[in-house]
Each structure stands twice: as C-alpha cells, then as structure tokens.
C-alpha cells in the first residue's frame, strides 16, 4: 500500500501562488508516474501535470506557462507550483500516484487539498 499526504492548499487572490506537496511513503516501485488532478464542484477530475521518476512531465494546456510540477525522488515528494492563479483554478487537488507492478496498473490517491482563488 501507498499512501499521500497533501498539503498548501489555501485561499489566494487572483494573480498570486500556491505550492502545493505531496508526500509518498509505503512500498512502490521506484518507476512511477506522480501527478497532480484537481475537481472543481460539477466537474469530472481533470490532470492538472505529471512527471516521471526521469523527470518528463506533462501539463494540462490550461495550466502551461502558469503552473511548475518537480518532485524530489529521494523523499518521494512531488511539488506543483502554481502562479498566476485564476478563479477558474478553484478546485480540490488531489495527488496520484501509477506504477506498474505485477503486470497491472497500481494507482494511488492523497486525500485532496482545497484550493480556492478569489477575483
């Protein structure tokens, strides 16, 4: 088992930042995916980024230019540095984590951390 613990979530004006973290621990396998997803209230999950244990990382083209994923593979941690923030950004954060293991897909998920942007 896998678990995620978030955090930074918070409230925010419009055009300021956010760091959000997410801390991995129990056993996985060191190649994996870790990313960020958020809901906003009436929608589905979307992937906000991801990156891989070599550092490709992939961006929703909403957030490209605005939003930064890294993850410090010694501590299992994954970060999304979030500038530039709208309101449209308002949703709950959830981090994930994919690895395969056995031949399937293992998929993981934090808690979710409330990120509010007001105008």
């Known amino acids: 088992q896998v678990q995620l613990v978030e955090s930074g979530g918070g409230l925010v004006q419009a055009g300021g930042s956010l760091r959000l973290s997410c801390a991995a621990s129990?056993?996985?396998?060191?190649?994996?995916?870790m990313g960020w997803y958020r809901q906003a209230p009436g929608k589905q999950r979307e992937l906000v980024a991801s990156?891989?244990?070599?550092?490709?990382?992939n961006y929703a083209d909403s957030v490209k230019g605005r939003f930064t994923i890294s993850r410090d593979n010694a501590k299992n941690t994954v970060y999304l540095q979030m500038n530039s923030l709208k309101p449209e950004d308002t949703a709950v954060y959830y981090c994930?984590?994919?690895?395969?293991?056995?031949?399937?897909?293992?998929?993981?998920w934090g808690q979710g951390t409330q990120v509010t942007v007001s105008s």
């Open positions: 990156i891989t244990s070599g550092g490709s990382t």
């Open positions: 994930n984590v994919q690895y395969i293991r056995y031949g399937g897909l293992r998929s993981y």
């Open positions: 129990g056993s996985m396998s060191a190649n994996n995916a």
